[in-house]
Nanobody, 123 residues
């Protein structure tokens, strides 16, 4: 069973950048789709970006600002977040599911979650 672990959250001013990391123990991440979700109090968890094989998915609000990538040698998936806005403030979760070439835009695909990392963007 693969278990993702997030890191890299923190406090940043609007316009700044952060890079989140999702490392895995147990199995190699390249055999799965990997997604980044975010959640704010009282709202449902939202799929922000996903990666699977050659597929990349981004929700509209982060297109052009966030980049998801994979380092197979490190068994890690990254989410590079640039031009951050206060509305990006949330707990960000890494999740794993499906197979190596599953469609990463399907939120229901993901079944194994990390513990989350807080991202706070100040105005």
């Amino acid at each position: 069973q693969v278990q993702p672990v997030e890191s890299g959250g923190g406090l940043v001013q609007a316009g700044g950048s952060l890079r989140l990391s999702c490392a895995a123990s147990g199995r190699t991440l390249r055999n799965y789709a990997v997604g980044w979700f975010r959640q704010t109090p009282g709202k449902e968890r939202q799929l922000v970006a996903g990666i699977s094989g050659t597929y990349r998915y981004y929700t509209d609000s982060v297109k052009g600002r966030f980049t998801i990538s994979r380092d197979n040698g490190e068994n890690t998936v990254y989410l590079q977040m640039n031009s951050l806005k206060p509305e990006d403030t949330a707990v960000y979760y890494c999740a794993v599911g499906g197979f190596a070439y599953s469609n990463p835009s399907q939120a229901g695909l993901y079944h194994t979650w990390g513990q989350g990392t807080q991202v706070t963007v100040s105005s």
